[in-house]
């Protein structure tokens, strides 16, 4: 039932996604024009999905990959929703909504389901840590989408070439602020994120920080991001820096999250000892 | 019965503007030119257009030939009180089909000297308004105008045909709006007094913004430039060091030295911590520094790129225009049909009659030959009892028809013919 629910939900976000890229060549026509709402009926067979697999199971095996990358991709597209409700800038969907269909696609092709969770696994603590980790990251991800779209309008400023495809990008300042903001949001919860994981680290195996892979990658993704936020607060840094900067902390979570715990297993990865 | 739709007029590609002007209908006189119009017996329904670009008459009319040569006179009547000369070669006439064409692409702006503009719909309106104030529009004009705007509307959301700005202002306004997602909050200095540069703050203050800064090589020009312009005059040796505080930067000299080097904006964008910077270089010769649209969050623009940017634009309406042009198409097909479905009603009414006919006719007959002696209560029966059958068999085709005639497709039409031949109503 829930492994059928999330097939509608990754079919509702291929439409979703076509219909985005409709609306980056022609803004105006109807269907176009109610995208978001699309996105948003797979977000809530997705969320049924996961929703029907809890009670099923009575967890979210988030250990697995499978599990990951449903629940990461569920608050990808939420944070996305929010940003969509406060700022209207449709055109980021036309990146979030591939995304999100590739992300469900790769929990089919690459996750095992169905593994027992771990007893060490089995708190409270799991779904909080995993939750602020996992909204810090999804917090960037839209920034990641963000300063993608930057770096398209700014391209284009600079190039001075415009085609119609372009008709609908936000203003540079307006993505550069929402930037800022999705860093704001982002970089605390991940920094609870992390801290949630070792205290609970801690409580289990008496160690709250052990080194393993994730933890250092996570320690230095923690330092880029606020390096960047510190950039930004104090020494100008923003705009197509910024923007940049951005997308390299994404693409090295995006990264790590993909073949990190396949080079290096460890606790994060499944395995517990 | 049977109307015809009927323009005659010019516009500016058919005739020079002094011949647009003598036949120009002034604003206050419209009215009396309607009445004018109207008086000629062959035509039965107008409207008059006058802008600036084009002289048009719109009518509807039994015959269209009539009519087109009734207007052409009363076009020259109006010229004749300015000067003479012949208008034959400055006007065009199109009728039926080709007249609806040609004003849903008026309405469409498709038929402007700028593509895409979007007044004319507006003035469309207007003189549209008049006529019908004035008493001259009847059932075909009422349906063709309003008709004409929703076509105007349709093109304008279902193609790009105005999204695109094309002046050189307006592209500047354009860039501004995605360098920047206000422009109230933002200020601009404007360097020197060309004309073009007034043009542009202008422009960028009717869009919000507030605070505008004026130097210019002499003081006084720029304290009368800034009274005009209700911004804040700065001497020329100061400019340097407020330009850290203004978001865009017209430059509009006729100096022959580049005002500002890449360096120095690299200073002043240290100052503002980077926040981004739109520089309009708009003077005879170049202002700026052409470098400094490579620093980062700082974009340069200057005369030939703003035009070369509306070129594409332009070409880029161009391209529209050509789905705008089916859109048009389409539209006058199904208004060909509505007028074709207006016929049906005469269609109804013949088809009554000729059964009525036919039934009166054996009434008749037969009371003069084997009914011969019935009573009065009696034939009043029959003619009751006959009535009603023509009435109970008429009544499905009838309702069908009418019910039909509402929607404009070709099934019911092809019904209407098809009575027609087979009842033989076409003689009357």
């Known amino acids: 039932m829930d492994v059928w629910l999330l097939k509608l939900a990754a079919l509702v976000y291929l439409i979703a996604a076509a219909s985005f890229i409709t609306y980056l060549f022609s803004p105006n026509t109807s269907i176009s024009k109610r995208s978001p709402w699309i996105l948003f009926v797979g977000f809530l067979f997705h969320s049924a999905a996961l929703a029907a697999h809890f009670f099923l199971a009575g967890y979210l095996n988030v250990a697995q990959f499978r599990e990951a990358v449903t629940v990461y991709c569920w608050l990808m597209v939420a944070s996305y929703l929010i940003v969509q409700i406060k700022y209207h800038l449709t055109v980021l969907g036309a990146i979030i909504a591939p995304l999100a269909l590739l992300m469900t696609l790769a929990a089919f092709a690459f996750g095992r389901g169905g593994e027992q969770l771990p007893p060490a696994l089995q708190t409270y603590w799991l779904p909080v840590h995993v939750t602020l980790a996992f909204l810090g990251n999804a917090a960037f991800a839209v920034a990641f989408a963000v300063s993608l779209i930057y770096l398209l309008q700014e391209h284009k400023l600079k190039q001075k070439k415009f085609t119609s495809f372009m008709k609908r990008f936000p203003a540079l300042e307006t993505l550069d602020r929402l930037n800022y903001v999705l860093l704001v949001w982002g970089f605390p919860l991940m920094t609870l994120g992390i801290v949630t994981g070792s205290l609970w680290a801690g409580a289990h195996w008496g160690q709250y920080w052990s080194w393993e892979p994730r933890q250092i990658a996570s320690g230095l993704v923690w330092m880029f991001y606020g390096a960047l936020l510190h950039g930004r607060i104090t020494a100008g840094l923003r705009g197509k820096k910024a923007a940049l900067l951005t997308m390299v902390g994404f693409f090295v979570v995006l990264g790590y999250f993909l073949i990190g715990d396949a080079l290096f297993p460890s606790r994060h990865g499944g395995k517990f000892e | ?428």
């Open chain 2, 1 to 428: 019965m049977h109307k015809e739709i009927v323009i005659v007029g010019m516009n500016h590609r058919s005739a020079p503007i002094e011949v647009r002007e003598s036949v120009a209908f002034e604003e206050a006189y419209v009215n009396d030119a309607l009445t004018r119009l109207r008086s000629y017996p062959t035509i039965e329904e107008g409207v008059i257009l006058s802008t600036c670009n084009r002289v048009e008459v719109v009518a509807a009319a039994s015959d269209g030939r009539l009519a087109s040569t009734a207007i052409k006179s009363f076009l020259a009547d109006q010229k004749a009180r300015r000067h003479a000369g012949d208008l034959d070669e400055h006007v065009y006439t199109y009728l039926g089909p080709d007249a609806v064409r040609h004003l849903f692409r008026v309405a469409a702006s498709l038929d402007s000297m700028v593509v895409g503009e979007p007044q004319i719909l507006g003035q469309l309106k207007e003189y549209y308004d008049v006529a019908q104030k004035a008493g001259t529009v009847g059932t075909l004009l009422h349906r063709l105008f309003h008709r004409s705007f929703s076509v105007a509307k349709r093109v304008r959301t279902e193609t790009g045909i105005a999204s695109r700005a094309v002046s050189v202002s307006s592209v500047a306004l354009d860039l501004a709006r995605r360098i920047f997602d206000r422009l109230d909050d933002k200020a601009v200095m404007l360097i020197g007094a060309g004309k073009m540069g007034d043009l542009m703050a202008r422009q960028l203050q009717n869009n919000g913004v507030q605070n505008l800064m004026v130097t210019n090589r002499t003081f006084e020009r720029a304290v009368e430039l800034a009274e005009r312009m209700r911004g804040n005059p700065i001497r020329f040796e100061d400019f340097p060091r407020y330009l850290k505080m203004a978001d865009l930067v017209i430059g509009c000299t006729g100096a022959p030295d580049v005002l500002l080097d890449v360096h120095a904006v690299e200073r002043v964008l240290k100052e503002r911590k980077y926040k981004a910077m739109f520089f309009i270089d708009i003077g005879d010769r170049r202002n700026f520094d052409s470098r400094i649209n490579d620093l980062d969050n700082v974009y340069l623009y200057n005369i030939d790129d703003l035009k070369t940017v509306s070129e594409e634009n332009l070409q880029e309406r161009a391209n529209e225009a050509q789905k705008a042009e089916g859109i048009v198409l389409e539209e006058v097909q199904s208004f060909g049909r509505w007028i074709e479905s207006l016929e049906q009603v005469p269609t109804i009414t013949a088809l009554r009659q000729r059964f009525d006919d036919i039934r009166r006719g054996e009434i008749e007959k037969s009371l003069a030959g084997s009914l011969k002696g019935l009573s009065e209560e009696q034939k009043k029966a029959v003619e009751d009892m006959t009535a009603a059958m023509i009435n109970k068999m008429l009544h499905g085709p009838t309702a069908h028809l009418k019910n039909n005639g509402r929607s404009d497709d070709d099934e019911s039409l092809l019904y209407v013919a098809a009575l027609k031949k087979l009842f033989n109503l076409e003689e009357k």
